[in-house]
């Protein structure tokens, strides 16, 4: 299935994308409807992650990357012993760096969405309008079991660049 479900311009010079979930294929099919939205005479990106539960962090990675610089730190996760912490910057492969964002999110934006939408907000790239999103920003390491099972252990959290938890505080 496609990431991308819609791609059109609003009005002229305002180019639309939903991006419905981040799969293997979320980045190109985000470039292939920049690119047409640009021949269109877009200036402008309403980002669409309502709803999107999330999905790879590398293409979450890659789909930020096409707003930010190079080196531009997209993410990082913490664990609990000290020194596991990771930290994610953008590759520089993107091109849209200037194009003005504005990235829809809702209560089912989760994990990958939120740490696009976090990383475009925290480098002052992007605005964010709609409702608080669902604040998934768990790692999660597999570990392999007999007869082709596997266990999914929370392994760290997720963390914005300018160091925002993702991850929704449940003490109440």
């Not at 994308?17 to 293997?24: A, W």
């Not at 930010?68 to 091109?95: D, Y």
């Not at 740490?115 to 669902?134: E, K, P, Y």
Request: aromatic residues 8%; charged residues 20%.
């Amino acid at each position: 299935t496609n990431s991308v479900s819609y791609a059109f311009m609003v009005e002229p010079e305002v180019g639309y994308i939903r991006l419905k979930d981040f799969t293997h294929t979320s980045a190109p099919e985000v470039a292939e409807a920049l690119t047409k939205l640009e021949k269109q005479g877009m200036k402008k990106l309403v980002f669409d992650l309502r709803g999107n539960p999330g999905g790879l962090l590398d293409q979450s990675i890659a789909v930020s990357d096409f707003f930010l610089q190079k080196g531009m730190k997209v993410v990082s996760t913490r664990g609990r012993t000290s020194g596991s912490e990771q930290s994610f910057s953008a590759p520089g492969k993107g091109t849209r760096a200037a194009i003005p964002v504005v990235v829809l999110v809702n209560k089912g934006s989760a994990s990958a969405s939120e740490i696009v939408s976090g990383a475009l907000q925290d480098h002052d790239r992007a605005i964010i309008v709609g409702q608080t999103s669902w604040g998934k920003g768990l790692v999660q390491s597999v570990y392999t079991l007999t007869d082709n099972a596997g266990l999914a252990l929370t392994s760290a959290k997720y963390y914005t660049p300018a160091g925002r938890c993702i991850q929704r505080d449940y003490h109440d």
